[in-house]
């Protein structure tokens, strides 16, 4: 059973006050937006959230997702993700983790990650740009779990996925699926603007 981990936790300290998991994306705030597709393609989906964030928790309201709040998220974003793998499912053979600040990530771009997984379970997937830039999401087999769960301070992954470098294979996103995180306001009205402006021929 593959899980999908949605890295919550952070302080959105660049926002100056505001929230970006908060941001409107769809009609919803963005972190129930990526939540619903992560439904969309997997029953197991875990949402890490920072210990007082009422708002946030909120925004999962009624979603079949599991919360855990991750009381040293200051630390840096390995202890997010370690909290996540600690409250993974026994049964659970991988699990696709990205940040909750990319609003492009689509549940066609997840779905991708899952079929991936089906056909080679002990292989390392990672999501690249169409130009070829390494991204989120990551998927980690079960193999990888102890190690994940060993991290510490604020580099993620990255030792792990340069320990492991010859499991790896990369998954194309559309566009900048891949890439794009909104930390700043301006960011973010840079993104919508880019949305709604008309395709051209």
């Known amino acids: 059973m593959l899980s999908i981990l949605l890295l919550a936790a952070g302080a959105s300290s660049r926002m100056r006050g505001g929230d970006k998991l908060l941001e409107k994306v769809n009609g ?7 939540a619903m597709r992560s439904l969309d393609v997997c029953d197991s ?9 009422a708002k946030r928790l909120a925004a999962l309201d009624g979603l ?7 009381q040293d998220a200051y630390l840096g974003m390995a202890h997010s993700l370690r ?9 659970a053979s991988g699990v696709v983790i990205f940040p909750a600040d990319m609003p492009d990530l689509s549940a066609e771009d997840l779905q991708l990650f899952v079929n991936a997984h089906s056909a080679a379970p002990e292989t390392i997937f990672r999501g690249i740009s169409e130009t070829g830039q390494p991204g989120h999401p990551v998927l980690f087999p079960k193999s990888c779990f102890v190690e994940l769960g060993a991290l510490s301070g604020d580099t993620g992954a990255r030792d792990v996925l340069r320990r492991k470098q010859d499991l790896i294979e990369t998954i194309a996103l559309p ?4 890439l794009t995180d909104l930390d700043t306001p301006e960011q973010w009205v840079s993104w919508r603007k880019s949305k709604s402006a008309p395709t051209t021929s």
């Open 45 to 53: 989906v875990i949402v890490t959230l920072p210990p007082k964030n």
């Open 175 to 178: 566009n900048e699926h891949a």
């Open 64 to 70: 079949k997702v599991t919360t855990t709040l991750v």
């Open 83 to 91: 909290a996540g793998i600690d409250v993974l499912q026994p049964t």
């Open 28 to 34: 919803a705030p963005l972190l129930r937006t990526l």
